[in-house]
C-alpha cells in the first residue's frame, strides 16, 4: 500500500535556510513548485517574468507538517526582529570605517 503524502507551500518570503531546518528537524522533503509553462522564453530559457518558485515541504503526516509550518513562522518572525537591530550594527561598522579615513 503506498503512503499518503502532504504538501505545505511556504511563502516566498520566507528565508529558505529556515525552511531547510524545519524539513530535517521534522523529517520532510524540500522540493520547489513547477515553473508554469509561459514563465520562460522557450528559445533562450530565460524567465519571461519575475517568477520565483514556493518552496513546498512534503511528508507522510498532516501533524509532522503543521507543527514544522508553526516551527518556521515562529523563527521567521524572530528574524525579523533581528533584522532591524542588525541593520544598526551594520550601518555603526560602516560609520567607524569611514571616520578613520
Do not use: C, N
Not at 54 to 69: N, Y
Not at 82 to 92: C, D, H, N, S
Amino acid at each position: 500500500m503506498e503512503e499518503k503524502k502532504y504538501t505545505l507551500r511556504i511563502p516566498r518570503g520566507i528565508a529558505t535556510g529556515i525552511v531547510l531546518e524545519a524539513a530535517g528537524r521534522f523529517e520532510l522533503e524540500f522540493d520547489q513548485e513547477k515553473a508554469p509553462d509561459d514563465a520562460f522564453d522557450m528559445v533562450t530559457g530565460l524567465p519571461t517574468k519575475d517568477y520565483v518558485p514556493h518552496a513546498v515541504l512534503r511528508g507522510d503526516s498532516p501533524e509532522k507538517l503543521t507543527a514544522a509550518q508553526e516551527y518556521i513562522y515562529k523563527k521567521h518572525e524572530e528574524w525579523l526582529e533581528g533584522v532591524e537591530e542588525w541593520r544598526k550594527m551594520r550601518r555603526e561598522q560602516i560609520q567607524r570605517k569611514i571616520r578613520k579615513k
